[in-house]
């Protein structure tokens, strides 16, 4: 089985003391993880350090940063380098999301070098995909993603787009209460998977992992999850409730 992830993203909430209390609390949940079910939690880069120390020893739960550079080193104030984060034991990074596409106008082809420096450091890029609102009512959403994927990921061999775990968004539905229906979700998953067939064959396409973001909570996960090709989700608001989220890993396959 493809691996099975629930994908926390913390965006920019909480501050220190509360996002150890919501660490403490969903360490606490009851949920049975694997090789092939796994937690990503992706917290604000001040937390890094105590999410990391605190999932030490945790089979199947793993940190991730919500972004980083392309470059190693060097005078780029303000920056993170994935060899800085690699060095405090992060072992994911989203990258791509589209409020990082939206308000820091950041390209596919920026994207694409954000990519290659984390495969290099042995880390595993979460990459985001998906349409606009606009773009869903016009029905050009599958070309579009296509676009996304192709000038962001196609550069790469077999073996390296199966250690990159696509996230697709839909942006209308992002914090808009709204959520794709199971069906669209499997539709458009379906679709990405097949656009890596064609490019890579069939055998690498089922091997890649497709999450589902975009108004995931405890009541839909399960009918979410439960699609063909919906690998699991990248959560966002409701990650920042242990208990809901915890109910959300256990929505896994």
Known sequence: MR?????????????????????????????????????????PFPYLT?????????????????????KKNGAYTGETSVEMLQSIGVEYIVIGHSERREYFNESN????EKVNIILENNITPIFC???????????????FVDNQLKESLFHLSAEQITKVVIAYEPIWAIGTGKTATSQQAQDIHQHIRSTFAAKYGHDVAQ??????????????AAELFGMQDVDGGLVGGASLNADEFATIINALK
Not at 16 to 32: G, M, R, V
Not at 50 to 70: D, H, M, P, S
């Open 3 to 43: 691996q099975q992830i629930a994908a926390a993203n913390w965006k920019m909430n909480l501050t220190y003391d509360n996002a150890e209390q919501l660490l403490d609390k969903l360490l606490e949940k009851s949920y049975t993880l694997n090789a092939n079910r796994k937690v990503v939690m992706a917290v």
């Open 50 to 70: 105590l999410a990391v120390n605190k999932v030490k020893g945790r089979e199947g739960i793993f940190i991730a940063a919500q972004n980083c550079y392309t």
């Open 109 to 112: 082809a920026f994207l694409a």
């Open 129 to 143: 995909c998906g349409e606009s609102l606009t773009i869903r009512e016009a029905g050009t959403q599958n070309e």
């Open 207 to 220: 091997e890649i992992t497709i999450l589902y973001g975009g108004s995931v909570k405890g009541n839909n």
